[in-house]
Structure formats: C-alpha cells, structure tokens
C-alpha cells in the first residue's frame, strides 16, 4: 500500500502506513536486509525489471516526512488519555533505549499508557544503533527522530541510567512501583577467544564492541557532547566474523586509516551470515575476503600485533566444521578486530536482573510469543530475547511484548482485552483535517467517488466501496428496458499512449463498453438497499434515454422514488449509444441538452448533473444550456473518442469476432486529463458557482487537487481502480488532508505539493559544487568521478565533522499551523484568476535554463532536443560531455522536459532584455534571388 501512495506522490501516507506498524520505519528501510525479507518475496523477482528496492523506498517517504516536521499524536478516535481507566496509569519501565524498547513504548503510549520510562545507560539515545552502526549508514539525526516522534506521545527517557546492583534492579524498580519492566539491553559484552585475552587497544587488538562506538562518538554529530577522535589505523587491518557487524568493522576501517582489510571467516561464502547489502558495500570499497580459516594464534612484535596465524577449516562427512592443523595460513597485520557475536556475561547485570531465570545460552527464559520471562512482569526483546538478529526484529519484539504487557496490566484489573492482537496506528494532526464538502445540499464526507463505470458494475461493488471509504458513487448508466443493451467482447484494454507499459500503472485505457446490462428495476432495488445501509454516503443515478420527454420523465421519477441523492444524465456517451439517438447524439446540441435538463427539472426535485462530452465545438456553451435547462451542475467530462492501436498485420485491437471487427472506443485516464482539466477551468470561469463533478485522469489527490484548483467541486475515480482497486480511497484521503495541512505551516513555501525543493545530488545523495573546491567543473564518469573523488575525500580529511555547523537542524519543536487549515471549499477554483488567455501573457518577462551540473549525468539529452527541436543554445563538450546553455537560449523549456534527472535543469528569470532573432530585420524586404543561367 505505502508504495501506491508514493507513486501517488503521497509521502505523507506512506510514512503513515510505515509507521504504523514499525516505529523505526527510517531506520529500518536504511539497514536492515530488505534482500532477505520484503524484497525477497516481492512478485516481480520472476519478471525481467526484477524486484522493486522497497526498502530505499521506504527510506525515501519516511525521510520526506521526517523533513515535514510533523509530530505524531494518538489516535483521535480512542478515548483520551485522561479518561481511561486507572490501569493505563501503570507505571512502566523499559531498560535501553534501543529498538526493542522504542517500539514497546511507542506501542503502548498509543494504547493509552501514560506513565512510560525509559531508561539508558549512556549518555545518547538509540541503543546499538547509534553505537555500533555507523553514521553513513544510519547518521544520528534519524534515531533522535523516531525517539522524538515516541516522546511526542509523552514517553519519558532518563540517560545515564542502567541495569547495575549499583543503579537499576528489578528489584529496586519492582519496589519504586513499577507494574512492568520491559528488558531491551541489547547483549552488551563481547564474545572473544582465549588467544585474545591478553591483548589490549594498544597493542592494536578492538573487539566490535570497543571499535564501532569510538567510531560512532568520533563521527555522529549530537551523538555526544565530547569531541572523540576516530581511531588511528593504519597498515593491514584483520576483521573476524562474518556478520553484519564484522562488515561494519570493515568498511569503518578503511575510513579511519587502513590501507588494506581482510576479513576473516571460519565458513564459506554460501554460510555468510550478513545480509548481501552489507558484503556488497565491503566488496565495492575493496575489503578483501578469505574463507575457510579459523584463528590459531597472534603474532606480537615488540608488544604490537605484527600477524596472525590461522587453520584451514573444512567440513567433514556430518557437516561439522574442523580444523586441518596441517594447512596454516599467516597474514601480517596491524590491527585485530574481533566481531564474534557478543552475549551476556556480565556478572553485576545478571545479578541485577535476579529474581529471573536463565537458560542454556545464559539468556533470560522467555516465552517467544509473549515474550514473557519466568517473572511474569518482566519482559524482554531484542538480542536479549535470544530470536532477533536484525533491527526489524527487534522491532516487532518490542511490539509483540507491548501487546502482552497490555494484556497483563489488564489482566490485573480484571478487564477484557481481545484476544486478537490490535495495537494503534500512527497518527498525527494532519488526520485530523476535515475534507467534507457540500454541493447542492449535499454533504459529502470527502470529495473522492465512483463514475459511472465498470468500477460501479454492480450494487455488490459499490458497497465494498462505501466500506472502504468512498463518499459518493454513482452508478452504471441504466435505462430504460426498451433501450436495453448487451456489450460486445474484448472491450476494455491498454492504452498505448505511455508506450508499451504493461501492468497496473496504465496511463490510458480504451473501452467499447456500453451502459450497464442490468435492468432499471435492478438499479433502483440498488439504490434503496444502498441508502438504507449506507445513508450518510451520496448516491448518484446515472441515467441515459433518447430525446423523448416521456423516457426521461419515467426514468428520473423511478431512481428519485428509489432514493437516489441526486441523477447524472449520460448525454456523452461516445460509442454505440449514438446510433440510438442517446448520449452524444443528445449532448452535441445546446437545444437538445437545455430542453432534456427542462424535463428532468420539471419530473423530480432532487439535484441533477448533466454529464458533457469534449466532443463538442464549445464546451461552455453546453454547460450554459444545462444550465439554463435548471440543472443544478455538470460532470466534465466524458472518455474521448479514439482508436487505440492498429497491429502489425492491419488488425486492430480490441477486435471483436471471427472478422477482427473494432470500432472508436472511449479512451480514459491519465492521457485525458489536460482535456479535461481544461473543461473544467472554461465551465468554472464562464460560469462561477457553478457545481462541476470532474472526471477524467483523477488517479491521485494530487491530481484531484489540480481539479478542485481548476474549478470542480467533487471528484468522480474511475481509471486509477482499473490499475489498483478500492482501497486507493485511504491514499486519496490522507494526501488531500497532507496537501491542506501543510498549507497552513510556515517554511513551506517552495514545496510542490508534498515535495520538498531538490537538492543538489548524485544517486539520491547530497554533493558538494566542485567548481567551489576547485574553481572548474567535472563530470561524473570515468576518470573524472575518480578525480572528484580524491578532492572530496581531501576536503573531508580537513573537515571537522563533530563541528555545530554540521549538526543536523533540529525537529523538535514541530512545525505548527501558522494560519488556518483551508477547507476543501477553499481550494475550488483557487488557479482560475491565473488561467488566461494567450493575450494577457507577458512577453517580456523571459526565461532562461541553468543546468545543475553536479546533478547533470552527462547523457546529453538536453543537447540533442535543443539541437534539432529547439533553438540550438546548448554545447556539449565531446571530452568532459558536459553541457552548457549559451545566451542564444530562448527558455522554450524543451530541455527540462527531456531530462532525466528532476531539476537538474532549471528555469531562471532573463536579467537582460530578450531580443528575438528574426532572420531578416523587421521592415527589410525579402529579395528573391537572380537565376543564374
């Protein structure tokens, strides 16, 4: 779901989606093995395109919300917290501030409990997540986030607070009240080997857990106010293990000074226990890896490491791993970094965690899916639950205990809890805007429904509508039994208008359907059971007839009797109802729509809308005459005759029988909708107050919002559930309420929509101008890229990155409304005083392009439009391909439409006057030449 909503450009709902069921959506999407898990399972592995990057997805909507400022509340919809019982008033106390612990109390703060600590033993927040990941590739700031958004709900966190007999017990905090002791303490020592025991830091020997942190301090700015230093490596570097955190290590150390890694492990390749992300970083930043050798003995020269000596290992006949004592390996070395693992050995922690039982592991006994320990107020998650092995798991440790907890605070108050597991979803105030709109007496909940299409084939369809969310439906156009129809097949198919896309995401669709094969009875038996179940959603009746008075009296009568909320009359239909005399053969004459409006006015007292077709010479003048004909509104508009494609062999398609007959079908979505924005805007300037139903390429809030701007007062959805289905409703209404609400913050001022200004980047991530650095331009290929490369890193080893001025810009406090939500009512019609006509623009307020060269991938795109479609105003170097807009640019914009990189060219103002190049100076006269015999 929250991948639609980013295609919707609905970042706002897909961060929700996310958070809601893990609140460390960002650092997860950043870390954790999406290869192994959600992208592992997706669908399009077996196809060619591959498997989408979920979660550099899910990085990206979350990142964009973080940047959105937005605190998170509980949900709306559950009794406030100073109204529940007093058994959300336990107090609870979760120990490490690590993932497990921040879920566990994200969790339970949205189920109500009010009175939630957190307690952490460093002087930072985040657990092993902060420590022991490092900061490119999970920078600090994102951490404080997600703990920010837990505080949001009143979460509390008290640093420099442990388990120790000389701090935190589970004794001492069962004894100050605490109901619940949540244990998220990660597994804090380090597991080694005894050839490790007498080495030390000086001697050039760091397990992971010694390493990683100074790493982390020295290079997460506001991890820590001290000013660490990274270690000092340098030489041959030996990492052991093959985790996720031996990669860490690997990859950490090349950064802090060493020429060349090993990494050591006792398997093979197929038996790597990180996950493929983690080895292709190492392997890209050439970390050499050798397998098969389990360590023997350290070499020490003049109390350094100088070397290692190590034992082939290989499989026997049971699959045990063993040493061959007859095949040593010896590598030299600088440096010894031991990433075994790590566990819980602590004796001042175990004795602080008594009364608990412990098992074989030396880990607390837990039951797995209570995660419960032999105590039955203590739980634990994380490493220290024995079954995690990666932040996502963790994650859903802390929100499984959360559910348990509550059952067990419950529990002790003899009240009911399901025994369905159902914890809150993320909210914040944007869910709370109010997207209800009235048009002619009507009160809808959200100006999203149905059209009268395939989507509302049937009464059965409408209702799993209704429940999902939709505000108003009409229906499928009925009439009449005399003027029943039975539809041909094929008659619905893709469009070819984005090339050859194959799959949901189709900008276009053609059908040669007709109106619904239901009967009028079967419609209005619809209507009435549909009103009785649903009252508070609209329904529409879409209904069609010839140019008979009778026909249309009978028909509007019957559905208003039914229970309609108010009729559509289909006078647009673009195929195969013409030669009946009904649809467009009706709504091509003003006389014909203005006198059909009459009759229908004069038969029923409810709202009607006359449905208009582009297939006209005016479509204002039509809409006049609806109008004049007392119809409350209009619907703009219909499909667009087209034919959409001819086959190789001259056969068509859709082609119907043996004789691969076809006809004009209506073509509909996003390849309609400038037509039918631009209907919109001339009805709702013509004739202002209007009500206008739009239609046609609504396929996103985002687009539905150009629709409101433009004039239209509800929105009808048909295409975009051709390539999804109902459930768009959530993404449509959560985007619309992100749109308004973002409206009224301040600092917002150069978003589209919910886009965030681009910056200047590479791959997604932030560059520097190297033409500051240097004082020239470099391309991103080849030699060049090397070349950038080598000044960055030049620059960086001058940078002190611990520096305030490279501390991220807080998020707390939130962004607040600095002026009024604005309704929906507010938004309609909102772009018409900027939709003019070709006179009233001014010429002499010109543009001009400007290439983002450190964005610019050097394809030369913009080159070849502008060469032989444009104006002949960009070079392109054929050494360093790098363009360049020269001043004979005319700012036609061809080359930003071209680009494949967003922004990377941009639209500046012209600073000098613009001259246009005529040819032959005005007034001087064309002289034919003389023939030459």
Known sequence: MFITSIANKNYYGAAKAIFSDNPLGLTCGMVCPTSDLCVGGCNLYASEEGPINIGGLQQFATEIFKSMKIPQIRDPGLIPVDQLPVSYKAKVALIGCGPASISCATFLARLGYSDLTIFEKEQYIGGLSSSEIPQYRLPYEVVSFEVDLMKDLGVRVELGKGLSTGDLTLESLKSDGYQVVFLGIGLPDPK??????????????????????????????????CKSKLPTLHGNVIVLGAGDTAFDCATSALRCGARRVFVVFRKGFTNIRAVPEEMDLAKEEKCEFLPFMSPHEVIIKSDHIAGMEFYRTEQDQDGNWVEDEDQTIRLKADFIISAF???????DIISAMSPLKFNSWGLPELNQE???????????GGDLGGVAQTTVESVNDGKQAAWYIH????????????????LPNFFTPVDQVDISVEMCGLKFENPFGLASATPTTSSPMIRRAFEMGWAFSLTKTYSLDKDIIT????????????????????GAFLNIELMSEKTAAYWCQSVAELKRDFPQKIIIASIICSYSKEDWTELAQMSEKAGADALEL????????????????????????????????????IPIFAKLSPHVEDIVT?????????ADGVTATNTVSGLMGLKGNASAWPAVGK????????????????IALRAVASIAKALPGFPILAAGGIDSADAGLQFLHAGASVLQVCSAIHNQDYTLIEDYITSLKTLMYLQSLGGLDDWDGQSPPTPIHQLGKPVLRVSDIVGKHLPNFGPYKEKQKELLAALKKQTDILDEKYHPPPLRPPSIPKKPIPSVKDMIGKALPMITSYGDLDNQQQAVAVIMEEMCINCGKCYMTCNDSGYQAITFDPETHLPKVTKDCTGCTLCVSVCPIIDCIRMVPLTTPYVPKRGIPLGQPWVAPVAVR
């Open 622 to 630: 039509i809409a006049r005459a609806a109008k004049e004909g007392n």
């Open 659 to 674: 004789e691969k007959r076809t006809t004009y079908g209506g073509v509909s979505g996003n390849a309609i909708r400038p």
């Open 341 to 347: 693992g790590s566990g819980l050995t602590d004796s």
């Open 487 to 506: 539809n041909v097949s094929p008659r619905i198919v893709r469009g070819t208008t984005s090339g050859h896309v194959y799959g949901p995401g189709q």
């Open 407 to 422: 059952k067990y605070l419950q529990s002790l108050q003899n009240a009911e809890v399901p025994e369905r597991p159902c």
């Open 370 to 380: 209570t995660m419960q320990a032999s105590e039955p107020w203590v739980f634990c």
């Open 192 to 225: 080694t080997i005894p050839i490790f025991s007498q080495l030390t830091q000086s001697m050039g020997f760091y397990t992971s857990k010694d390493f990683l942190p100074v790493v982390a301090a020295s290079s997460k700015p506001g991890m820590c106010a």
């Open 570 to 605: 289909n006078l647009s239909c673009p195929h195969g109802v013409g030669e009946r005399g009904m649809g467009l053969a009706c709504g091509q004459s003003e006389e014909l729509v203005r006198n059909i409006c009459r009759w229908v006015r004069q038969a029923v007292k």
